[in-house]
């Protein structure tokens, strides 16, 4: 993400986000120290922060808590790395408007998964009883939406054991599928970070599933 001018003129850092492997971690902060002059390492509640020479920070987030199970290694770094090698199982559910995917990880792979196209109607600026039919329309295509993903998923995770859920996709259909009856045995399910994905045809949901088991970097540069 580019810097931006706030409204006195300022510039303001620009920030991005990257996924990381555990066993890429160190390797990654070491070419992170090259090009910045070296940094210093500060735990906090919120991550792991690499405060570097030049006012670059980048951000450290484990893709899951330690749950009595920490990772080990000399420094901060190396327990991160460890942590976030562990093989845990998630439930990932992608959703959004064009479709949906769903599928049981472990190690950064899907281990089943199942993807599919659905189709919401975009909002419209149209009024009157025009308007009125339309939101009828989109609202039941969104509730279909949901039955369809809730039932998919459900046929997914029966059986399958994992400890956590991964939401993705679009935040309020993500919540609406999560929430639905279908699902309820997994309601009390701990969920890890959102992912923010695009429609989740195959390659995303590979790509979701790799991130969703890696290290959450986000850099923020300092301002110009």
């Not at 749950?67 to 190396?78: F, N």
């Not at 969104?142 to 039932?151: Q, R």
């Not at 679009?170 to 992912?195: M, S, T």
Request: proline share 6%.
């Amino acid at each position: 993400m580019p810097a931006r001018t706030s409204a006195g003129g300022q510039r303001t850092p620009s920030v991005r986000t990257a996924f990381v492997a555990g066993g890429r971690l160190a390797g990654w902060a070491e070419r992170f120290g090259a090009a910045h002059g070296g940094f210093q390492v500060k735990d906090d509640d919120d991550g792991l922060h690499l405060l570097a020479s030049d006012g670059t920070e980048a951000l450290l987030q484990a893709p899951w808590p330690a749950d009595g199970r920490p990772g080990r290694g000399a420094d901060h770094l190396e327990r991160l790395a460890s942590l976030a090698s562990q093989p845990r199982r998630l439930g990932l559910l992608l959703v959004r408007r064009g479709g949906y995917g769903v599928a049981v990880v472990s190690e950064g792979t899907p281990l089943a998964s199942k993807v599919g196209s659905t189709y919401v109607q975009s909002r419209t600026a149209a009024g009157g009883q025009s308007q009125q039919r339309f939101a009828r329309r989109r609202a039941n295509q969104a509730d279909a939406l949901v039955d369809a993903v809730a039932e998919q998923a459900l046929r997914m995770f029966a059986g399958e054991l994992f400890e956590y859920v991964v939401p993705g996709g679009d935040r309020a259909l993500a919540g609406l599928v999560l929430e639905h009856p279908a699902l309820k045995d997994y309601a009390g399910l701990p969920r890890l970070a959102y992912l923010d994905v695009p429609d989740p045809k195959t390659a995303v949901l590979r790509k979701a599933a790799a991130d969703a088991c890696a290290v959450r970097v986000q850099v923020t540069d300092p301002p110009a």
